[in-house]
Structures are given as structure tokens and as C-alpha cells.
């Protein structure tokens, strides 16, 4: 796999990322600052960390499996595996300027 492949499938499991959405924000998980890392190699694997806004969040299983079952879709992926950490803990500082924008947070 050349190195644009491969950057072509990480583009493509950042836009899978933005269109996943907290249920309870309307705003997709990658502008709200919840994925930590992407960790994509060349034999298809992808390792995500991801936080939630809150470590009790009532969606967390929900939401680890629709990262699974959409960026597992993408090109290239064979096996997607998301670790679900809490350090650094989320706050609004992670959020991507459109984010703020959209809930009104500037």
C-alpha cells in the first residue's frame, strides 16, 4: 500500500467519523473533540481512542459500536478495534471551532 493509500483511507475513516453523531448533541463525535487518536496501518487494522462527554453516558455502548460498525465499512479496514479511555477528561476546549459554532458555545 503506497503512503496516498494510505492517507486516503485515513481521510475516508475521519469522514466516517464526522458523520456519527452523539445522540444527545447535535454534533458528530470527531468536531466534538471525542476521538483521541486514529492508529490506521496498512494491513487493514484501525485502533480508535475515544472519550464521551461524560464517563457515565448512558450511549457509551452505542456509540463504540456504530465507530465500529461504520469506520469497519470504510476501504482498506479490516479490523477496527475502539478503546474507550477517560484521560485526558473531554471538556468544550476539544471541540472543533464549527462545533462551537453549531451549539452556540462562542
Known amino acids: 500500500m503506497t503512503p496516498e493509500e494510505i492517507l486516503e ?6 469522514l466516517t467519523l464526522k458523520n456519527i453523531y452523539d445522540p444527545e448533541i447535535p454534533v458528530n463525535i470527531y468536531d466534538l473533540g471525542l476521538i483521541y ?3 490506521y496501518n496498512p494491513s487493514g487494522e484501525v485502533t480508535i481512542q475515544m472519550t464521551l462527554t ?4 448512558p450511549m457509551a455502548d452505542m456509540l463504540v459500536e456504530d465507530v465500529n460498525t461504520q469506520v469497519a465499512k470504510v ?3 479490516k479490523t477496527v478495534n475502539v478503546i474507550l479511555v477517560f484521560e485526558p477528561a473531554w471538556d468544550k476546549s476539544m471541540m472543533t471551532e464549527e462545533a462551537l459554532l453549531e451549539l452556540n458555545l462562542f
Open 54 to 57: 461524560a464517563p457515565n453516558c
Open 75 to 77: 476501504k482498506g479496514v
Open 9 to 14: 483511507v485515513e481521510k475516508d475513516i475521519v
Open 37 to 39: 487518536d486514529i492508529d
